[in-house]
């Protein structure tokens, strides 16, 4: 004689499964919820975090995205070519403005620094004057091959993006690039500017203008 199935048998594992199913699907966000409140932040970062807020941000901004085109943008920078120029403004062998803050950071916080400020996602923004960033982008391309100006791009990339050792332009202040540019002229940037003064010696302001309006507009 058969027994009747009794009910909760047949029901129990559906609605378990059912549970189960739901669970999954709310499971991925819900852990990422868990981590992002729950996880202990990776010390070194913390410690970037504390100086970026105390001294840094006030000309940097806190995402790296200076407001003002005097400061340099550092969202999205390289963390070895920022952590190298921090020791640079360190030992004086760069000179400016950054000299004073630099000086009690550790070569540890100069690469959490470095790391904190490259992870930031940089901006894209617009260029207005389309015809001048016209003669920008062919510099930064092809170079001036009637002045012995070696295209850009053949060490910065095409992108704009950089290397580990050398720094991405793209999006950057276009004040601040042309500033630069004039300062490897001038060698009043004395870090590393054997190879950068060479080619800054052969731009014209207008190159020197129209190749820093191109970049500030590339992301
Ligand atoms: C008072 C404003 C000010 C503060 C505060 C400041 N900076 Fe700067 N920073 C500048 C200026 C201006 C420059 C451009 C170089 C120069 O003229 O000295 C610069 C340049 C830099 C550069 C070189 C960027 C490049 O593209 O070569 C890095 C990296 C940097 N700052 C990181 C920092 C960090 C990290 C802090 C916090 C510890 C900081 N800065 C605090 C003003 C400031
Ligand atoms: C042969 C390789 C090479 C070429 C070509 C080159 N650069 Fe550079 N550039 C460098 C190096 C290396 C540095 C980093 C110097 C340092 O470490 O301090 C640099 C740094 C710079 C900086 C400073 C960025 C900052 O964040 O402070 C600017 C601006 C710049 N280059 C613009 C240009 C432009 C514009 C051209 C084309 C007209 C160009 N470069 C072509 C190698 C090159």
């Not at 941000?57 to 390289?78: D, K, N, T, V, Y």
């Not at 004086?92 to 009690?104: H, S």
């Not at 923004?125 to 389309?130: G, K, P, R």
């Not at 060490?155 to 276009?174: K, S, V």
């Amino acid at each position: 004689m058969h027994e009747p199935i009794p009910e909760s048998v047949v029901i129990k594992p559906i609605i378990a499964a059912l549970v189960a199913s739901v669970g999954l699907l709310a499971a991925p966000s819900f852990a990422q919820a868990q981590k992002a409140a729950a996880a202990p932040q990776n010390p070194q970062l913390a410690r970037a975090q504390e100086i970026v807020n105390g001294r840094c941000s006030l000309c940097h901004g806190a995402e790296g995205e200076s407001a003002s085109p005097i400061f340099p943008r550092l969202a999205g920078q390289h963390p070895e070519y920022i952590a190298k120029q921090l020791a640079d403004f360190k030992s004086g062998r760069r000179k400016g403005t950054m000299n004073d803050q630099v000086q009690e950071l550790t070569e540890e916080e100069m690469k959490a620094l470095g790391v904190f400020f490259g992870d930031k996602k940089p901006k894209a923004y617009t260029v207005s004057d389309q015809d001048l960033a016209a003669v920008g982008r062919y510099i930064y391309h092809k170079g001036n091959t009637y002045s012995g100006v070696a295209a850009c791009a053949s060490c910065h990339g095409a992108t704009g993006d950089g290397t580990d050792q050398l720094p991405r332009l793209a999006g950057q202040h276009a004040a601040y690039i042309e500033g630069q540019l004039k300062d490897f002229n001038k060698r009043e940037r004395t870090n590393d500017n054997a190879v950068m003064h060479a080619i800054a010696s052969k731009l014209t302001e207008l190159e020197m203008r129209a190749v820093s309006v191109y970049l500030s507009g590339k992301l």
